[in-house]
C-alpha cells in the first residue's frame, strides 16, 4: 500500500477540477477512501493508517495461529517455588544481605549448633496460637524458628528478613562478612549464656573456641611468660603466602622485640631484647580460618582486596602446629568455604560451598538458588572466573589431589574428622514439635497460595480460550465486502479488543464527529471500515456509539474542503503575482500596508481562510489524520521569509496605534498600490484601511512630543545634580570614618543603595526614573534609632551606607525628600591620662534591636547548611594571613590583589569587610579593629536581617569608606578545595571528605584555621569556630607505618560505617 501522505493527497486529487457545488456522491466516497483495496495477510508489514479496509497488523497475529496457553497469563507456575526433594531450602537476598545469607547456611548446616538452639526455651512458640502469624523476639527464637524454616519448610527459599530487621542491619549496604561473623557469635554467646539449661549457656564456646597463650623469652635471663588466651577463629595474613601451611606458620612464627620495642622483663626489671611467639594449646570441634583477603591500602585510603591464590585441603592435620596434649584430635576436614566474587572490597557478591554432614555432598549456596555439586566433590574453577574485570597477574597454581585453590575464599570452616564407628545418629537432628508446629502453619500457608495461584491460572487460560474463539470468529466477518453495508470502528479500540492486557471498554465514536454529527474526513485515517455483522456483534457485545455507517459521510465537511484547497491553489497564484506588484513604482492614489503584514499576509490569508471554514478542522486539531490543506499548509510556511509575526492576528494590524488610528512610525509601512490592495482586501475584507492621504494619530503625536519634552528636562535636571554634586558622583575625596576629617566636626550617612540609585539616574537620565527619596529610615530600627556603632562601621557595616560632607547634605537636602537626617559627631574629650576622640550618632544607637541583630548572627554562624569552606594544601609551615592582619575567612592572595589595584591613600586603611558572590559577609581584623571585640566580630558575621528593615542589598562590588571599590569574588589559589559542609558535622566527617578531596588519610591530616589547630574528631564544626567562607589550612603528615592507624581509618570512611547502629553492636 502507498504511504499515508500519498493517500492522503489522492483522496483529494479531484477538488482540482470539481467546485464545491459539483460534487456528487462518488466524490465523497473518494474523499472517505471507500473503494480503496484492502490488504491481505502478509502483504503489510504494520497497519496502513490511511486506508480504513486495511485490517491487517492490528495485532490479530497472536489470535489466528496456535496458541500456547502460558499466553492467557503472566503468572508463573507456583510449583517453581516449591522445594525440590533431597535438597536444601534458600535464602532471600533482600537486596545486599548476601553476606548474611552465607553464614546463616554454614551455621544452619554445623548439627551440634543446630541442635542446641532447638533446646533453648522458647515459651513464646510454646504458647502460639496457630490462627496467627508467629513473630520472633529474641535472636535465638529467630534462629530457631529460621533453621526449623531452612530443615522442614516446602517453599524453595525463605525470606530472612525478621532476624534481619531485629539485627537493625541496613539491607541496601553491603558490610564486611567476616566482622558480621565475629559479632553475631558474639551476641549469640551472651545471649545463650543467660539459657536456664547449662548444657547451652557455653554451646558456642564448646563449638567454636580454641586457646593459644603469647609467649615471651627474655634473650637475656631466658624467663619465659605466658599471656593466656581464648580465640574463636584464627586470622592468618595471606600475602606472599600460597598456600595455608605457610599462613599457619606465618601466624605462629617467633617475633624479635628489639630497640624501641624491647621487653621489660621482671627478672632483669629492666628493658631486654626478647622473642614472642603464638602457642596453640587446643583447638576447637569447628576451626574457622578466617583468610585476611580484604586490607587498608595507605596510597588510597580505602580497603582492597587480595585477589591471591590460595591453596589449602580438604584434611589438615593440625597435630604440627599444636604444642602439648598429644591426646587431642588434630585431623579436620573441610566442611565449608565462603567465597567472595568480584574484586573490589566494597562490593562483589557472597556465596558458600557447604558439605552435608549427613550425605557428604558438596552443596553451592547462593542466596535463593542451591547447586548440588557432582560426585560429592568440591568444585571452585568457575567461581574463580567471575566478575574479573581485568586480566590476573597470576596464574592458577595446579593443585594436587586433596587440595584446592582459590583467589576468592575469605574464610574456611574445618570440622574435626569422626571415627567411622562414631555414632551415626549424631547426623540426626530433629525439628521439636513446638517448632514443627509452626513450620506447619507456614507451609499450610504455602499450600494455600499455591492453590490460589494455579486457580488463578486456570481462570486465566479459560478466559483467554473464549477470547480466542471469539476473535476468530468476529475477524473473519470484519472485512467489508464491495456493496455492502459497512460501520466505522475506531482503530485504537480494535487494537485494545485485540490486547488481551488491557480490559476491553465501550466502543467511542464521539471524538470522530464532525460540526454535523458525521464521521469527519480526518478520523477516516483512525477508524477502520468493518461489515455491518461483525460491528452489530461487537456493539452487541461491548456496547457503545455513536455507530457510524454509510450514510455517516459529511457532504458538508467534503463541500466545505473542498472550497478551502481551491483557495489555497488559487493563493500561490496570487502571492506571486502581489510580490512582483509591490517591487514596481506606481502613480495614483497608493494605500498604507503594515511591512509586517505585507511579509506574513499568505500566511495570515491561510489563517484566514481556515478561521471562516473553521468547520473543515476537528475539534482536536492536526493531531488527527492530517489532510492535504495541512501539508500545503506546511509548504506554505516552509516559504514564508523570516519576518513572519508570530503574534500576527489581523493584517494591517501592525499600522494601527491604540487609538485606532494610523501609526506616527513611518518606517514600519509601506505604500502600496491600488492594484496591490484590491488583491489583498480579497483575502481581508476586514482589514484597516488607510489611503495615501490619512494623517498620522494626534494623540500618538502629542504624547511623542510631551516624551520628548519630559527627556530633555530628565536631563537638564541630572546634569545640575552632578555638578552639585560631583564629588560623590565620581567617589573623590571622600570623608572616611578611619582617618576623621580635621575640618568638621560632623559626617552625614545616607544608605548606599541611594547612592547607586542616583548615579544610575545621571548617566542614563533617559533610560532611569530620577531619584526623590532619600530613604534614611532603611538604617533605622522600628523606634527609630540607628542600628550601627562607629566601631561597627569601621568594622564592616559601612558597606551598607555612603558618608556625605555637610555642604553635600545641604545640597541634597535641598533636592531630594530626606526622611530622616542621619550624622555622626566627633568630639574630643580631655581627662587626665589626655584627650581622647569620641563619636555619637543622631538619633542615637538602639541598643535593644542591636543586640538582637547581633545574637541573629551569632546563632547563623552556628546553625548554618550547606556552606563553602575552602581547603588549602599547604607543604611547609606556612602562614596563610596577611602582616599583621590575620585574615579569618578571606583569601589573602585576594587582599594583595587589591593592594596592586588600588594604592592606599595616605592614612587610609582598608575596611575590613569585603563581601562574596553570594552575599555571605567575611570578616576581615585588623589592629584598628581588634579593639570593638566580639560585637565587631559578630556584626561581621553572616546573618539573617535584623528585627528592623533590612539594609538595601548590598552591589556587586562594594563600596569601601573612603569610596574606593573592590572585588569580593574568592580566588581559589592552587592547591585550595571548596568543599560543601554543615555546621552539626563532625570534624571527622570533615576528614573524610577531604581525604576523598586530596586523597590523603585522616590520620595523616593536620588541620588549622587562623593558627588554630583542629583537633578534636568527635567536635561539630560549629563548635570549633569554622563559619562559612572559612579558609582551612591542611599539612599532610608523610605516611608512618602504624598499623593501629590504619584499623583507625577503617572506621573512618564514608558511606560505610560498620555495623554501628545495629543490634550487633547492643544498640
Not at 599444636?322 to 565449608?336: F, N, T
Not at 555637610?806 to 533636592?815: A, G, H, K, M, T
Not at 539573617?944 to 548590598?954: F, G, I
Amino acid at each position: 500500500m502507498a504511504p499515508r501522505i500519498q493517500l492522503d493527497k489522492a483522496a483529494w486529487r479531484w477538488v482540482e477540477t470539481v467546485k464545491p457545488e459539483d460534487i456528487r456522491q462518488e466524490h465523497i466516497e473518494l474523499a472517505y477512501r471507500i473503494n480503496l483495496p484492502a490488504c491481505k495477510r502478509g502483504a503489510c508489514r504494520r497497519n496502513c493508517k490511511g486506508n480504513p479496509n486495511c485490517l491487517v497488523g492490528i495485532g490479530e497475529q497472536a489470535w489466528l495461529g496456535e496458541i500456547d496457553e502460558n499466553a492467557f497469563h503472566n503468572i508463573d507456575d507456583p510449583n517453581s517455588e516449591r522445594r525440590d526433594k533431597n535438597t536444601f531450602v534458600g535464602l532471600t537476598n533482600l537486596g545486599a544481605t548476601c553476606y548474611v545469607n552465607t553464614f546463616l547456611q554454614v551455621w544452619f548446616h554445623n548439627l551440634e549448633l543446630r541442635r542446641s538452639l532447638y533446646q533453648c526455651n522458647n515459651s513464646r512458640a510454646h504458647d502460639h496460637n496457630i490462627e496467627s502469624d508467629y513473630e520472633p523476639e529474641s535472636i535465638c527464637e529467630h534462629l530457631q524458628y529460621l533453621f526449623a524454616l531452612l530443615q522442614n519448610s516446602n517453599r524453595k527459599y525463605i525470606d530472612p528478613s525478621g532476624l534481619v530487621k531485629a539485627l537493625g542491619l541496613d539491607t541496601g549496604q553491603q558490610q564486611d562478612a567476616q566482622e558480621f561473623s565475629k559479632l553475631f557469635l558474639t551476641l549469640l554467646e551472651d545471649t545463650l549464656s543467660k539459657q536456664k539449661n547449662p548444657n547451652l549457656q557455653n554451646v558456642i564456646q564448646h563449638q567454636f573456641c580454641g586457646q593459644f597463650s603469647y609467649v615471651t623469652v627474655c634473650n637475656q635471663c631466658g624467663r619465659s611468660s605466658a599471656l593466656p588466651s581464648r580465640f574463636y577463629e584464627l586470622e592468618l595474613n595471606i600475602q606472599g603466602h600460597k598456600n595455608l601451611t605457610e599462613c599457619v606458620t606465618e601466624f605462629l612464627k617467633e617475633e624479635k622485640l628489639d630497640g624501641e620495642n624491647r621487653y621489660f622483663c621482671e627478672s632483669c626489671q629492666s628493658k631486654q631484647n626478647a622473642t614472642r611467639r603464638i602457642r596453640l594449646h587446643s583447638l576447637p570441634p569447628t576451626l574457622n580460618l578466617q583468610l585476611m583477603r580484604f586490607v587498608f591500602d595507605r596510597q588510597t585510603g580505602h580497603k582492597k582486596k587480595l585477589n591471591t591464590f590460595i591453596s589449602f585441603p580438604e584434611q589438615l592435620d593440625m597435630g604440627p602446629f599444636l604444642e602439648g596434649k598429644h591426646d587431642q584430635k588434630c585431623v579436620y576436614e573441610l566442611s565449608a568455604v565462603l567465597i567472595h566474587r568480584g574484586i573490589s572490597a566494597y562490593s562483589g557478591h557472597y556465596i558458600a560451598h557447604v558439605k552435608d554432614a549427613r550425605t557428604g555432598d558438596w552443596y553451592k549456596f547462593n542466596d535463593e538458588e542451591i547447586e548440588k555439586m557432582e560426585g560429592k566433590k568440591l568444585h571452585l574453577g568457575t567461581e574463580e572466573d567471575i566478575a574479573e574485570t581485568v586480566k590476573s597477574q597470576s596464574r592458577k597454581p595446579k593443585c594436587s589431589k586433596g587440595f584446592h585453590c582459590s583467589r576468592n575464599a575469605y574464610m574456611l570452616v574445618y570440622k574435626i574428622q569422626e571415627d567411622e564407628s562414631s555414632d551415626p545418629s549424631r547426623t540426626i537432628v530433629e525439628v521439636p514439635s513446638f517448632l514443627q508446629r509452626l513450620v506447619d502453619q507456614d507451609n499450610h500457608k504455602f499450600e494455600e497460595w499455591c492453590s490460589e495461584m494455579a486457580s488463578m491460572r486456570k481462570q486465566s487460560v479459560d478466559k483467554g480460550k473464549a477470547k480466542h474463539e471469539e476473535v476468530k470468529e468476529l475477524y473473519e466477518l470484519l472485512p467489508a465486502r464491495d456493496g455492502e453495508d459497512y460501520e466505522f470502528i475506531p482503530l485504537e479500540w480494535l487494537k485494545k479488543w485485540l490486547d488481551d492486557s488491557t480490559a476491553t471498554k465501550e466502543i467511542d465514536n464521539s471524538l470522530f464527529l464532525c460540526s454535523h454529527g458525521k464521521l469527519h474526513p480526518d478520523k477516516v485515517a483512525e477508524s477502520k471500515r468493518v461489515s455491518l455483522q461483525a460491528a452489530g456483534l461487537l456493539y452487541e457485545r461491548y456496547g457503545g456509539g455513536p455507530r457510524l455507517n454509510g450514510s455517516s459521510l459529511c457532504r458538508e465537511c467534503v463541500g466545505q474542503r473542498c472550497r478551502v484547497l481551491r483557495l489555497k491553489n488559487q493563493l500561490n497564484e496570487d502571492y506571486k503575482e502581489v510580490t512582483n506588484l509591490v517591487k514596481r513604482t506606481f502613480s495614483g492614489e497608493g494605500y498604507w500596508v503594515g511591512k509586517a503584514s505585507l511579509r506574513s499576509w499568505r500566511q495570515l490569508a491561510l489563517e484566514q481562510l481556515e478561521e471562516d471554514e473553521h468547520e473543515t478542522k476537528h475539534s482536536n486539531g492536526q493531531t488527527n489524520g492530517q489532510g492535504p490543506h495541512t501539508n500545503n499548509n506546511k509548504e506554505f510556511c516552509s516559504e514564508l521569509s523570516e519576518g513572519t509575526e508570530d503574534e500576527m492576528k489581523t493584517f494591517n494590524e501592525d499600522i494601527v496605534c491604540s487609538h485606532g488610528g494610523l501609526s506616527i512610525l513611518e518606517t514600519e509601512r509601506k505604500l502600496v498600490s491600488s492594484e496591490v490592495w484590491t488583491k489583498l482586501r480579497e483575502y481581508f475584507p476586514k482589514a484597516p484601511e488607510f489611503t495615501q492621504n490619512k494623517e498620522p494619530c494626534q494623540q500618538c503625536l502629542t504624547l511623542e512630543q510631551e516624551e520628548k519634552d519630559n527627556e530633555a528636562v530628565s536631563k537638564m535636571m541630572a546634569l545640575d545634580q552632578k555638578n552639585q554634586l560631583l564629588n560623590l558622583f565620581h567617589e573623590k575625596n571622600r570623608p572616611t570614618l578611619t582617618k576623621w576629617p580635621q575640618d568638621t566636626d560632623v559626617l552625614y550617612i545616607v544608605p548606599l543603595f541611594f547612592v547607586e540609585e542616583w548615579r544610575k539616574f545621571i548617566r542614563r537620565p533617559t533610560k532611569s526614573s530620577p531619584v526623590s527619596n532619600v530613604g534614611n529610615t532603611l538604617l533605622l530600627c522600628p523606634h527609630g534609632g540607628f542600628m550601627f556603632t562607629y566601631d561597627s562601621l569601621i568594622s564592616g557595616d559601612a558597606q551598607h551606607i555612603a558618608l556625605l560632607w555637610p555642604n553635600e547634605w545641604d545640597v541634597i537636602s535641598r533636592l531630594f525628600i530626606v526622611d530622616q537626617a542621619i550624622s555622626i559627631h566627633c568630639f574630643v574629650q580631655t581627662t587626665q591620662s589626655g584627650s581622647t576622640p569620641q563619636y555619637t550618632t543622631q538619633p542615637d544607637l538602639c541598643w535593644e534591636c542591636r543586640e538582637s541583630f547581633l545574637f541573629q548572627q551569632q546563632r547563623d554562624l552556628r546553625e548554618y547548611t550547606q556552606a563553602t569552606v575552602y581547603i588549602r594544601k599547604v607543604v611547609e609551615d606556612q602562614r596563610m594571613i596577611k602582616e599583621a592582619a590575620p585574615e579569618m575567612n578571606a583569601s589573602s592572595s585576594e587582599a594583595e590583589e587589591e593592594r596592586e589595584e588600588h594604592p592606599k591613600v595616605d592614612g587610609e586603611k582598608d575596611p575590613d569587610f569585603n563581601q562574596s558572590q553570594d552575599g555571605a559577609k567575611r570578616l576581615k581584623l585588623s589592629d584598628n579593629s581588634a579593639a570593638s571585640g566580639a560585637a565587631a566580630a559578630a556584626a561581621a558575621a553572616p546573618a539573617a536581617p535584623p528585627p528592623p528593615p533590612p539594609p538595601p542589598p548590598p552591589s556587586t562590588n562594594v563600596t569601601k569608606l573612603g569610596g574606593i571599590r573592590r572585588s569580593t569574588r574568592h580566588r581559589k589559589l592552587r592547591g585550595e578545595k571548596a568543599l560543601i559542609v554543615s555546621a552539626n558535622q563532625t570534624l571527622k566527617e570533615l576528614k573524610i571528605q577531604i581525604m576523598h578531596a586530596f586523597s590523603v588519610a585522616p590520620f595523616d591530616q593536620n588541620l588549622s584555621i587562623d593558627g588554630k589547630s583542629l583537633t578534636d574528631d568527635s567536635a561539630t564544626l560549629g563548635s570549633l569556630g569554622v563559619i562559612p567562607e572559612s579558609i582551612i589550612c591542611l599539612k599532610a603528615d608523610e605516611p608512618i607505618a602504624d598499623y593501629s592507624a590504619m584499623d583507625d581509618a577503617y572506621q573512618v570512611r564514608m558511606p560505610e560505617e560498620g555495623f554501628k547502629g545495629t543490634g550487633l553492636l547492643g544498640h
